[in-house]
């Protein structure tokens, strides 16, 4: 299971972070400040996996992003990094090419896309084409009440 989710530019700050275990305010601060130069000071060249207390932490870079991953000790690390690739997958094909700046102005659709990916820290939807056909309807029930246009099913 996946305790929790934080994607963390390099200079370290969150720009978004979805908890799937109980943590109340103080302690998801703290987390965020142990692991951020945990895994921001590792070396290009390690493996992506680091054994932290009684969990597990997975993470990927990609371009200016730190994607991590709190996981089960006893879960598959590999499958861990399929669900990071397949987000950052999701992310792209929805942005076009997506930066950081994205992530910044538009964290209510990562956030959105996330949650269509993932349901209580377990694989929800593992198909590119569903979660984008989902994620499209969204933005059509959205410009439409913007529109004040009734639902056109």
């Known amino acids: 299971m996946i305790h929790f989710m934080l994607l963390m530019s390099r200079q370290g700050k969150v720009r978004l972070a979805k908890w799937y275990s109980t943590y ?34 997975v993470y990927k870079r990609y371009a200016s992003l730190y994607f991590c991953c709190a996981v089960d000790p006893d879960d598959n690390e590999l499958a861990v990094l399929e669900i990071i690739h397949q987000f950052v997958e999701v992310l792209d094909r929805y942005f076009g090419n997506v930066c950081e700046l994205d992530l910044i102005f538009n964290f209510h659709k990562a956030y959105y896309i996330l949650d269509e990916m993932l349901l209580a820290g377990e694989l929800q939807e593992p198909s590119k084409k569903q979660i984008l ?15 004040g246009i009734e639902d056109v099913s």
Request: include cysteine; hydrophobic fraction near 45%.
């Open 24 to 57: 109340n305010q103080k302690d998801r601060a703290r987390l965020v400040k142990e692991i951020s130069p945990l895994i921001l000071s590792r070396p290009l060249k390690l493996c992506n996996f680091i054994d932290w207390k009684n969990m597990k932490l």
């Open 133 to 147: 056909k989902v994620i499209e309807a969204q933005d059509l029930l959205v410009e439409n009440a913007k529109m």
